[in-house]
DNA sequence: TCTGACCTGCGA
DNA sequence: TCGCAGGTCAGA
């Protein structure tokens, strides 16, 4: 699914689109109500006509529509796109959303899988589960290393906890260790002040990198108008099992933490 | 702290 | 036909 390089690709193509236009009419499945967490379908209807966008933020894996008095709030899950055309879609049937502006564009939230989840607020949520948010928010080393010592757990594990770091999941928490030379097994608080230097800057590196590359593809994922990301092509470890390592050579392994996929080069990341 | 469930599509 | 897939959360 999207993780925060994604989003935030979808945020920054979404902006122009979407940006000072009034909503005229919302459209939602049944099913696309099911993915409302906090109102009525009816209300999520009623409440959005007539309102015009503002601006789009991203926090961790949310995306917030800020309007003139509602704040629409959509995570993703694991299938969740935008489409401003719903002709390039691959699965018009699990479009849930349809949103038509007076201009004469739409809007489109496809969900195949149905993991996303979309709110209602009245004000800018607040989101007093979420950590840090490490490409939108203050983040220093300092605060990387507080975060790490406060936790006893698995890295992997670490970087995936959206409490702690928001927006990292499951490509990206692989590639970030294998950019920092650490492996996925070790511990929280074994990390030397060299080790979390190196896992900042990672973590710093592998997110602006992917967000350059309008976010990873490999299946459900598309940009706003329907195109693949581009970041695939240059994951080092992530879905690469039994593949040479780029930087020395050895078997890229796959294990599973944390019931998940992890992959990782055993020479280079101790 | 960890596992399984949620849901659908795809490839082996 | 089965296992797996980028996320999250309840329950053990």
């Avoid at 080393?141 to 927006?167: E, P, S, W, Y």
Wanted: with cysteine; proline share 6%.
């Amino acid at each position: 699914m999207p993780e925060l390089p994604e989003v935030e690709t979808i945020r920054r193509q979404l902006l122009p689109v979407c940006q000072a236009q009034v909503i005229r009419t919302v459209e939602l499945s049944d099913a696309g109500g099911g993915l409302l967490q906090n109102c009525h379908p009816e209300e999520f209807r009623q409440s959005l006509p007539g309102q015009s966008i503002r601006t789009l933020h991203r926090r961790g894996k949310f995306l917030i529509f800020e309007c003139d008095s509602v704040f629409p709030v959509f995570h993703l899950g694991m299938s969740g796109i935008f489409l401003t055309d719903a002709a390039v879609s691959r699965y018009p049937q699990h479009i849930h959303v349809r949103l038509e502006f007076h201009s004469g564009k739409e809007l489109f939230f496809q969900d195949m899988r149905r993991f996303g989840k979309i709110w209602l607020h009245r004000d800018f949520p607040p989101f007093p589960q979420l950590g840090v948010d490490p490409v939108s928010d203050p983040f220093s080393r300092n605060d990387l290393q507080q975060l790490l010592i406060r936790r006893d757990t698995g890295l992997k594990l670490f970087l995936m906890d959206q409490r702690a770091l928001a927006g990292i999941g499951n490509i990206y928490a692989s590639e970030i260790l294998f950019s920092a030379g650490i492996s996925p097994l070790r511990r929280t608080r074994t990390l030397s002040a060299a080790e979390t230097a190196a896992l900042y800057a990672a973590i710093r590196t592998v997110l602006a990198e992917a967000i350059e590359r309008f976010g990873t593809t490999y299946s459900a994922y598309r940009t706003v108008d329907g195109h693949s990301g581009d970041n695939q092509h240059f994951l080092k470890v992530y879905q690469r099992e039994g593949q040479p390592c780029v930087r020395c050579g050895r078997e890229i392994e796959k294990i599973v933490l944390g019931s998940r996929s992890t992959f990782f080069c055993p020479q280079c990341q101790k």
